[in-house]
């Protein structure tokens, strides 16, 4: 079964950096757009940013210059490098699938729940 499995996070201080990386098994990663989401405590989750099969990227405004989403097919991975962390940047970080096959682009705003959400991974930026 498809399973996407995140880790990297951490606890930083503002303007440091983290590596998120999303792991896929089940099915090769090649097919699948996959976005990150996060949520912080009573906000709703949000996206951040996708990345489709093609490499084509999307990110929200508040995250563009720092962040950068990328993919490496042969490691089944997906990776969310962020750099000038924030306190805003605090949440719980989630991949998801967003799209598949040949669409050119990737969409934020309807993660298609596909696998279940995961258990995430903690960003923490404080001083």
């Known amino acids: 079964q498809l399973q996407l499995v995140e880790s990297g996070g951490g606890l930083v201080q503002p303007g440091g950096s983290l590596r998120l990386s999303c792991l896929v098994s089940?099915?090769?990663?090649?097919?699948?757009?996959i976005g990150w989401f996060r949520q912080a405590p009573g906000k709703e989750r949000e996206g951040v940013s996708c990345?489709?099969?093609?490499?084509?990227?999307n990110y929200i405004d508040s995250v563009k210059g720092r962040f950068t989403i990328s993919r490496d097919n042969a490691k089944a991975s997906v990776y969310l490098q962020m750099n000038s962390l924030r306190p805003e940047d605090s949440a719980i970080y989630y991949c998801?699938?967003?799209?598949?096959?040949?669409?050119?682009?990737?969409?934020?705003?309807?993660?298609?729940?596909?696998?279940?959400w995961g258990q995430g991974t903690q960003v923490t930026v404080s001083s």
């Open positions: 990345i489709t099969s093609g490499s084509h990227t």
């Open positions: 089940g099915a090769s990663l090649d097919y699948y757009h």
């Open positions: 998801q699938v967003v799209g598949w096959g040949v669409q050119p682009t990737c969409s934020l705003s309807s993660p298609t729940g596909f696998p279940s």
